[in-house]
Each structure stands twice: as C-alpha cells, then as structure tokens.
C-alpha cells in the first residue's frame, strides 16, 4: 500500500462540520495496514520534517504549531518522541500543559499560552493545550456551556490571530477507544517502570468518559477552522498514530514552502589565500 500525505488529509474535520466520535472508528489503519511498513514510512517523513524544518529555521519568517489533545493515555507523550526524534533541538519546542499552578490561576486562562508560543524559525509542539481550560472545567461540570462557548470563541479568534501573523497550527485529536484505554491502564499498572504514568484523577476522568466525548465534539466541531483545522487520528494502533501525525506535519511544511534566505554576503568581494 503507497503511503501518501493525501491520505491523511481524510482525517481533517471540515469547518462547519458536526463530529461524532462514536461514529468514527478509533482503530482502522487503512492507509497503511502494516506495522513494520509504517516504520519505515515514518523514517522517510522524520528525516524530511527535520530537513524542512532547518530551512524554516534560516527564514526566520514563519512558525509552526503542532497541538496535541487527547484523553488519559492516547498517546500524546509517545506521539511528541516517536514523530519528532530526530529534529534538531535548537529549532523545536515541546510545552506540556498540566494542571495551572499558583501564578498560571491569577492570570486569565490563556496568558500561559502566549509565553509558550514558537517564535519565527521555530516548530512548537503543546501536548495538551489552551483547550484543557475548557474541556476538563466543563467535563467536570465547573463551567457552564454557555461560558464555554465564549472560550471556544475567543480560542478560535485567538488561532486566526497567529495564524495572521505567521503562525501555521495543525491540530490533533488522539481519537482511541475505551477499551483501548483500558488495555494501556493495565499495562502501566502492571508495569514498575510506568506506575508514575498514573494517577488517581486519571481513573476518576474515565468515569466521565461519556462526558469528556460530548465535550471534545463541540471543540472539534466549533474551533476546526480552514487556518487552524482538527484532524482526528486513529489512535488504537500507535505505530499509526504516529505515521499520521508525521504525514500531517510534513504535509504543512510542505504547503509553507520555506525559502532559504538570500545570501549576505557578496561573494566576490572576498577571497581567500
């Protein structure tokens, strides 16, 4: 099977559009149904991600942000390692967002967000995001719909901004299935090596399952834009997760087309002995 970038650009929700995660299947691998030809796939695209991302880096004009959203244990941490091993350090940047500390609280729900956001040259990766502050508050019934509405709003404002101004972002829902989430719960705990994967709020948000599944529906359905889209990627298989994730980014440094910058120096006023 010929993997392709289009492929993945099935799993953009389009503006406008009603999602329904039950109707979509957290476990298909049809673009690639092979573990060992997703790897392969997946060198190709880290090494042409990173080539790209060297060329951004020099321009200097533009960045690129890469959100990652998903419940307890789709695979955020394990998506920023396995797609971005390999890119130069000096020009990457992953944030990952916990629960908001003391100075984070006194100050409105984004301002930890600009503080984190990639500077021209550079690719910024959030593993969880500004979204938390809606999701997890209205999950947990400490924020009215209609008050999450108007942060969803403000969000999407937000995205157009940096979008404005030289800022591409690509969004990703790690879409897996219950049951999944359940076989990677009884791996940490029967793992010494992962126990301090878990904590006692991750059990506690899976009895809210169904209400954290309402919730992520409405911000992909509401905050999927033409410049600043939601992809939902099949997440029970990792090796694919990863696969697609990789061929969106590469798809979006593609598309940006950064340019080597024209030469300071002229050459031909300089030699050397």
């Known amino acids: 099977m010929r993997v392709t970038l289009e492929n993945w650009d099935q799993y953009q929700v389009a503006p406008g559009g009603r999602v329904r995660l039950r109707k979509i299947l957290a476990d298909c691998t049809e673009f690639c149904d092979s573990k060992e030809a997703a790897r392969s796939?997946?060198?190709?695209?880290?090494?042409?991600?990173d080539s790209r991302l060297a060329v951004l880096a020099a321009e200097r004009k533009r960045s690129l942000l890469i959100v990652l959203q998903g419940v307890d244990a789709a695979g955020k941490d394990g998506a920023v390692r396995n797609v971005f091993t390999g890119v130069n350090p000096e020009y990457c940047k992953a944030t990952s967002f916990k629960e908001p500390d003391r100075e984070e609280k006194a100050h409105d729900y984004l301002w930890?967000?600009?503080?984190?956001?990639?500077?021209?040259g550079e690719l910024?990766?959030?593993?969880?995001s500004h979204y938390e502050d809606v999701?997890?508050?209205?999950?947990?019934g400490e924020l009215r719909r209609k008050d999450a509405h108007t942060r969803l709003r403000q969000i999407a404002d937000l995205?157009?901004?940096?979008?404005?101004?030289?800022?591409?972002?690509?969004?990703?829902?790690?879409?897996?299935?219950?049951a999944e989430q359940t076989r990677r719960f009884k791996a940490r705990l029967e793992n010494p090596e992962k126990h301090w994967k878990i904590e006692a709020s991750d059990f506690e948000d899976r009895k809210l399952w169904a209400k954290f599944m309402t919730v992520y529906e409405e911000i992909l359905s509401r905050t999927s834009t033409a410049c600043a889209p939601w992809y939902i990627i099949p997440s029970d298989h990792k090796w694919y997760r990863d696969l697609a994730v990789a061929g969106v980014v590469l798809g979006a440094l593609r598309a940006m087309r950064p340019r080597l910058p024209m030469p300071k120096l002229d050459r031909s006023l300089f030699k050397l002995q």
């Open 124 to 128: 910024g990766v959030f593993n969880r």
């Open 135 to 140: 999701l997890v508050s209205q999950a947990h």
């Open 112 to 120: 930890r967000i600009y503080r984190a956001m990639p500077a021209r």
């Open 159 to 178: 995205e157009r901004t940096w979008t404005e101004n030289g800022t591409v972002v690509r969004k990703f829902f790690l879409h897996i299935s219950r």
């Open 41 to 49: 796939q997946l060198k190709k695209f880290r090494k042409e991600i």
